[in-house]
């Protein structure tokens, strides 16, 4: 599979602040690619390095095959750039701005109004489209944006954030189109720190903190590499009672965790564990309803890695 | 140079400022009291003055650099085509200067402050098609404004001053010039200094208020008319014109060359 960005040690700063530091991976043609962080953590800032609109400290970069910083243009020709903020011309009406963008990327004349009104009527804009965006919600002004993005028909995606403020309907739609995107075989690569988006919608995921690349690769690599196995929970029909946490303790090799009201958290090396430990409950009365490993999600693996970086 | 992007932007920015009514209005203001606001009040001196004409004091002495034809006319009437016709010509001047500076200070800034600077910046255009498109923006309004405004007030000043003069005498020779050759180089002048102070400012505000030391220029050459010792003569205005487009040329090249991206986006 070919690569669409392939970066090795990109660093850059802004005064004493090093805002990406020695940051290197690869996103293959076709990925949904998440990068994670918490604010401030230089997700923006890789972006713009990747697009050639900053200029690296150090470090070097491919994105499509193409250098950002000697073909800047070239390179964003072919992607397309959701900035955190839509940054749409409130002035100006939502086929006023899909003009602009058209005309800038380069469409073919004659197919920029058709390109305009496909992309209206496919981000459900087509009944204001001749309206000030001034006057358009966030979650529209977000589609307007995406829609902008995808004028040119790019390659590569950079949605960065492209949920932040948007209600739970508007989020829903923005994911869908994601999904959409991935059907069609674009690369993307999502800015987000909402983990259950990235979970949802990536591939793979790089997590960022303080500039640095802390982790790379699918949510199960990362929790097999940086998480103990996953926890057990045995849920029960009555309140789990000391003599049924006693039995199920007493396993070897079985740790109780956590004990709640009417389940028991464990750690249990393998599933014959795991089923001696259900036998144990029932034989000491417990009535048991339930019992599976629980998976790590993103959620733990980023703050364990949060943690490691702090 | 992708030409196409250059006028994309160039468009984009005019159909910005034709939507933003302050500017709209600021512009169309300043041209109703420039072109017909002026022409009323300085045409009706003569009869404020009354039929003797008054004493105009040191000001007659200044009547004597009216053209020959015009030396026989009334006191009073002399003192209008002085006016119109050579003290205020230059002030005519300010509106292409204001403004290309006005679509000039918002480029840059204004984009940064409407929040839109980064969707700018991460258009496929390079850093001198960004620049040239701006500096079109404001350079082509400027001089039509600059050419509207000079015909009306031509207009303007032959309706008030005809039955006086006793015909149309307006525009003279050297009003034409400043028009046709000062006024593009004024535009430029306004657009390109803007422009340039809008990558480097803050606010809307501050690149406004940088941008209006330009006026000084045309202050200069009002007071150089005023005093006497400036008469826009055609070769005064040709030297004139010169020196502003090489200023222009030089902070046009000093502008795209100090223009940079990343500069911008890091202070985004």
Known sequence: MATAIAADGLSRSFGTVRAVDGVSFEVPAGEVFGLLGPNGAGKTTLIRLLAGVLLPGAGSARVLGLDPWTDGPGVRRRCGVLTETPAVYGRLTARQNLGFAAEVFGVPLPEVACRVNDLLARFSLADRADEPVGGFSKGMKQRLALARALVHDPELLFLDEPTAGLDPAASRQVHEM???LREEGRTVVLCTHRLVEAEALCDRVGVLAKGRLVALGTVRELSERLLADSPVALSFLDPVSDAVAGEVGAVPGVTVEERGERHLLLAAPDDEALAAAVGAAVGAGGRVVAAGRREHTLEDVYFALQEAAA | MNWRAVRAVAAKDLLEVRKNRMATWSILGLSV????????????????????????GPFEQLTRLLPPGQQDLPIGSR??????GYFLAPLFLIIPLMVSSIVGAESFVGEKERGTLEGLLFLPATDLELYAGKVLAGFVPAVAAAFLNFALYAVMVNLVSAPIVGGAWFPTVPALALAAWVGPAVALLGVSASVLVSTRVETVLEANQVSGLLSLVIVALMVGQGSGLLMLSLPVLFLIGLAIYGVDVLLVRFGAAVFSRDRLMARA
């Open chain 1, 178 to 180: 994601v999904g959409g």
């Open chain 2, 79 to 84: 003192m209008v085509v002085l006016m119109l």
């Open chain 2, 33 to 56: 009291f420039f072109s017909v606001g002026m022409p009323l009040l300085i045409g009706l001196l003569p009869f404020a003055a009354g039929p003797s004409g008054g004493d105009l």
